[in-house]
């Protein structure tokens, strides 16, 4: 919107600073001032289209949400959306009264402290396996880590809905083999949420593998050489060398994982609906249903408490993991 | 070969230690191969049970305990899924949706990029931190008033509703802006000398060179639309737009259990386009996220 009147405003008051000088240097800092502008008018017009679909698809959107979750919106007519009553934080109160929602903050908070250490630890100690002993056939271990990452969860939840079938599911079937009678996994109460679990591990391991993968690619052999010369065993060569160099990219995909895991949505949703006895019932699941039954000011109140929880979890994680120097 | 001979006549032991590390150097360390190898299988052992399932007949698949390998493969489910279910337009208008999505975003994203990277104007500084700042937003917070806009803009009933909030995100800004600032400055700059126009430096210099970057974010943003589902099943208000998740989704949750070789030849089709884009391109696509990952 303001970014067509921008172009080409950047520098507009380097014309005065050449003064009267000696007229070389002026001409001089004139075609510098003219260049100048070219750019910043050629990154405006480069700016433009992108900034244009942001500011309708998100920045509007996002604070329309606050201004949301500011009003109710139970009588108002949302194609108006100026003709609402601001009550302040009263639906904010309201979510932190509701049982329901403690159950989905419980849930979430398990589902990210369990699944997000496994998920990281899965990852690099595939990497690691994968970089250290296999030559041949790398790329095959490669595409069978990361497929489940590129998999429609859609088509995760069904086909893991049939694994897990008590009778018919192979699940089962294998812990038969062992004498193990297994349980009825998604209906029950114990097993729905560890299910859950194990499946967001499963399925964004390979994300993190391929990071990590790379960046033991990047450890100079040197290093490594000049450290088994000095006598460090494998474990101090990985947790000296190797580690501190993985640093950066374990925090991004920390960071990136965590985020996703706050958000975690569409397999309770495709697979239990929150159930069973809101066991698998997540935050964000919670903020949906509450968009689902018409409650858009409280749907947006939630969701304004996830993104609060994503930027605590994000910035613990930068104390945490960031280069200590 | 002379050599190897020679060493084995003079040190006995000598012939086990090369041998050891001729296959270290082709095999890596197979101790580690086995482990490996069993999570491979627990990887893919959904997939297996996928396909396996997607070709029994109703007999196996009603079968207690279940039969891994079916008595007589049939392809009577994918038969049933495009006449019953209508997957050929949802499949259609998965690819329209996914192409067109992932067509605007190495648009609008490598131009912005650049312009972050390599190019200087006033705000530079505040359009990144703004744009980036919305990579930590979750999904939900703009879900509810990009409805209702989408809704307003009558566009609930089309396609373009499904492609329109997607056409430029900020991930792929982060990721077009780390690649373009590896590139050497001194390219541009020579490029200006010659005379080259700011607009056709960006066009003819850096775009093709940003070929690995470009072919990653068009990877991440193809199986990002692919497989999208929550916005698809809100939006889209009758069959005619239905994508193929939402297809599935929704068969899923109608249909009895006792259907499940549809459902799962279902998911093989939602999944066999994506892992061909997967293997064509794995190459670039390992490169670009590890550039991104590490720079």
Known sequence: MSTKTLPGRGDTHEQG?????????????????????????????????????????????????????????????????????????????????????????????????????????????????????????????????????????????????????????????????????????????????????????????GTVMIIMLAGLQSVPQSLMEAAELDGAGAWQRFWRVTFPLLRPALLLTAVTTGIGYLQFFDEPFVMTGGGPLDSTLSATLYAYNQFGNGNYDMASAASYVIFVLIVALTVLQFRMLRDKD | MSTLSTLRTAHPGTDRALRRRHIRRTWGHPWLFVPLAGALLLMIAPFLWMLSGSFKPEADIRRVPPVLIPTAPTTANYGELFSTLDFTSMFANSVIVALAVTAGNLIFCSML??????????????????????????????????????????????????????????????????????LPD???????????????????????????????????????????????????????????????????SGQSFTRFGILLAGAVVVLLPVMIVFLLFQRQFVAGIATTGLK
């Open chain 2, 186 to 252: 001194e390219l541009i700059d020579a490029a200006r000398v010659d005379g080259c126009r700011e607009l056709a430096i960006f066009g003819r210099i850096i775009l093709p060179l940003t070929k690995p970057a470009l072919a990653t974010l068009g990877i991440i943003t193809f199986l990002g639309s692919w497989n999208n589902f929550l916005w698809p099943l809100v939006v889209a208000q009758n069959e005619s737009q239905y994508t193929l998740p939402v297809g599935l989704a929704l068969a899923s």
């Open chain 2, 113 to 182: 990029g650049y312009a972050l990277a390599k190019l200087e104007f006033r705000g530079q500084r505040a359009v990144f931190l703004l744009v980036m700042g919305t990579l930590m937003i979750p999904g939900l917070v703009t879900f509810v008033p990009l409805y209702v806009l989408v809704a307003n803009m009558q566009l609930t009933g089309s396609l373009l509703g499904l492609i329109l909030p997607f056409l430029a995100g900020p991930f792929g800004v982060f990721l077009m802006r780390q690649f373009i600032s590896t």
């Open chain 1, 17 to 205: 600073t050449a003064g009267p000088e000696r007229s070389a240097d002026r001409r001089h800092s004139v075609r510098r001032g003219t260049a100048r502008r070219r750019q910043a008018r050629a990154a405006w017009i480069l700016a433009a289209p992108f900034l244009a679909l942001f500011a309708a698809f998100m920045l509007l959107p996002v604070v329309w949400s606050l201004l949301m979750s500011l009003t109710d919106t139970q009588s108002a007519d949302l194609r108006t959306p100026l003709n609402v009553s601001f009550i302040g934080l009263d639906n904010y109160v309201r979510l932190f009264q509701d049982d329901q929602f403690f159950t989905a903050l419980r849930n979430t908070a398990v589902f990210v402290l369990v699944a997000l250490p496994l998920t990281l630890a899965a990852g690099l100690a595939a990497a690691v396996a994968l970089d250290r002993g296999i030559r041949r056939f790398r790329a095959v271990f490669r595409v069978g880590f990361y497929l489940p990452v590129i998999t429609s969860i859609v088509a995760v939840a069904v086909v893991w809905k049939t694994l897990l079938e008590p009778r018919a599911g192979l699940v089962n079937l294998v812990l038969g083999w062992f004498g193990i009678d297994g349980p009825a996994w998604l209906a029950d109460t114990r097993f729905a949420l560890p299910v859950m679990i194990v499946m967001a591990v499963w399925r964004n391991l």
